[in-house]
């Protein structure tokens, strides 16, 4: 398997539901991302890990809580979420310092 | 706050005819510049990326960067409609060696080719 893989694709979740989304890269990188993409909007990075360390919190709400454990694994934890965080939320993977980002297919969250 | 603009169009052009598609940035520091392509309800994907003044071809794609203007363009030769797809500019700030890619994208660029 290669590439960046994100499990589930789809998700529908209630307000008080704990979830958490899988990302999964084969490409030997050791920097990995979450973005979140809603309609109309930029994509907005959330966190950075560099070979396993957190090296950047975009300012994200603590309802969203990240985990490595490993430089080919990305978690992302959610519970108690809001309407508004119902996007697509994608993965991706980078050779720092600066190679281009390649993306996993994303998982659509649904907050209901 | 660092920003990266396109325009939203849609922008239309005839099948066969060149795309022209235009970004700027705020950072002056920016050191690598990215054009991305994404399908509806579908992942980014990479198409170009430029890091020196002046032109980078591949293929019917040729990525333009000045950046005293703060100016990055992607050019489509011979559009098809299957380019038809939103295009999002990206910027990455000066990085130090080792530390992780820090992309600010905008809000991306319809392109529609019609027949």
């Known amino acids: 398997e290669t590439g960046v893989t994100q499990t589930p694709r789809h998700l529908v979740m209630g307000m008080t539901n704990k979830k958490s989304l899988k990302c999964e890269q084969h490409?030997?990188?050791?920097?990995m991302y979450w973005y979140k993409q809603s309609a109309k909007k930029p994509l907005e990075l959330m966190f950075v890990?560099?070979?396993?360390?957190?090296?950047e919190n975009n300012s994200v709400p603590s309802r969203f809580s990240p985990e490595c454990p490993n430089s080919s694994h990305l978690f992302l934890h959610l519970h108690t979420l809001q309407p508004e965080d119902s996007a697509l939320y994608l993965c991706?993977?980078?050779?720092?310092?600066?190679?281009?980002?390649?993306f996993g297919n994303g998982t659509r969250l649904t907050v209901t | 706050q660092k920003e990266v603009e396109q325009n939203s169009g849609p922008l239309s052009v005839p099948e066969g005819a060149i795309a022209s598609l235009n970004c700027t940035y705020s950072?002056?520091?920016?050191?690598?510049f990215f054009w991305y392509r994404q399908y509806s309800g579908k992942s980014p994907e990479l198409i170009m990326f430029?890091?020196?003044?002046g032109d980078k071809e591949d293929g019917r794609f040729t990525a333009q960067l000045n950046k005293a203007s703060q100016y990055v363009s992607l050019l489509i030769r011979d559009s098809q409609p299957s380019d038809s797809a939103t295009y999002l500019c990206?910027?990455?700030?000066?990085?130090?060696?080792?530390?992780?890619?820090?992309?600010?994208f905008g809000t991306g660029t319809r392109l529609q080719v019609t027949l």
């Open positions: 890990y560099n070979f396993k360390e957190q090296t």
């Open positions: 430029i890091y020196s003044n």
């Open positions: 990206a910027v990455n700030p000066a990085v130090e060696t080792g530390t992780a890619s820090k992309l600010t």
């Open positions: 950072d002056r520091g920016s050191q690598s």
């Open positions: 991706a993977s980078s050779q720092p310092p600066s190679s281009p980002l390649h």
């Open positions: 490409l030997g990188h050791n920097a």
